[in-house]
DNA sequence: GGCCAGGTGAAAC
DNA sequence: GTTTCACATGGC
């Protein structure tokens, strides 16, 4: 189907760091979610994907007026103007909490090229859906289908030190200690404390956590290119949360992603 | 070849 | 409460 919407740019999304199961393939990306592999391209005015699924018209946040967003803070200052310019086509996809955490738990100190690989590496204990041209693309496994796996073979994917942190977490959900579907409704405040007792989720982890898997706008993640916009664009080198919460009212996380995108294109 | 990457846990103050 | 340090590993 296609999908006509201005503010929607694949590229832009498969390089805004949010996601790790895009795959670029002939001119577009070969996408895997919702149990699904799809095949989406760019048009002038939009996108085209081959499923006729309406769960993909959520998943691209539709029903969010990006354009209604950038004109909402446009003017507030150069950098931001620049940064929603550049980045006019990043949308906040909806993705499964689960993947999501498994994702920036193995993000912590590391960069995306390898957080793509573990994540490649880990889908393989998911259920065969389909191949590509010779490429076999598996559906994120769930906590059950994850249950065997060691903290060696966790290691064998990737993840280095955080091995431990994944194999606890797949501990943590199959006995009953946490259900990541089952947090979805608590309150913003109740859900990122939820999500803090897990191991490996900290500040920023968790932020990252609430924005791209639990549809909670007011996530902002401060990682390191933030950190660096904050202060050279900025001037602010502490009490961070306070200074974002009062500048960037509104919708703080999708602002948090044109700042990143824009932050780490130009090498800030 | 040292530094960096969408930082966090644990120990030490 | 905050400061400090170790941590796997591929890319540059």
């Given at each position: ?20 199961r ?12 919702n ?21 993909w ?34 949308r ?5 909490p ?50 065997q ?6 290691r ?6 955080r ?8 501990q ?15 309150s ?30 007011d ?12 202060d ?22 999708i ?14």
């Amino acid at each position: 189907m296609i999908i006509k919407n201005r503010n929607l740019n694949l590229k832009q999304i498969a390089e805004s760091g949010q996601t790790f199961r895009w795959y670029p393939h002939s001119e577009g990306y070969v996408i895997v979610a919702n149990h699904e592999v799809i095949y989406a391209r760019q048009l002038e005015d939009g996108i085209e994907i081959d499923s006729e699924d309406p769960y993909w018209l959520d998943y691209f946040d539709l029903e969010r007026d990006y354009q209604d967003i950038i004109n909402h803070y446009k003017g507030k200052d150069v950098f931001l103007d620049e940064a929603m310019a550049y980045g006019w086509g990043v949308r906040i996809l909806k993705q499964d909490p689960f993947e999501i955490i498994v994702s920036f738990i193995i993000s912590a100190n590391n960069n995306i090229k390898r957080i793509t690989s573990a994540m490649e590496k880990i889908s393989h204990y998911g259920t065969y859906l389909k191949t590509i041209e010779g490429k076999d693309y598996y559906d994120f496994p769930s906590p059950e289908d994850l249950i065997q796996v060691t903290v060696d073979d966790y290691r064998l994917c990737g993840l280095g030190y955080r091995d431990k942190y994944l194999h606890q977490l797949i501990q943590d959900i199959t006995s009953g200690n946490i259900d990541p579907y089952a947090i979805k409704d608590l309150s913003d405040k109740e859900l990122k404390e939820t999500l803090l007792r897990l191991k490996g989720v900290g500040e920023k982890v968790a932020n990252c956590i609430v924005l791209f898997g639990y549809d909670r706008s007011d996530g902002f993640p401060i990682d390191t290119w933030i950190k660096k916009v904050l202060d050279k664009k900025y001037g602010v080198t502490k009490n961070e949360t306070d200074f974002i919460k009062n500048y960037f009212d509104y919708y703080p996380g999708i602002i948090q992603q044109y700042l990143f995108f824009y932050g780490r294109f130009i090498k800030i």
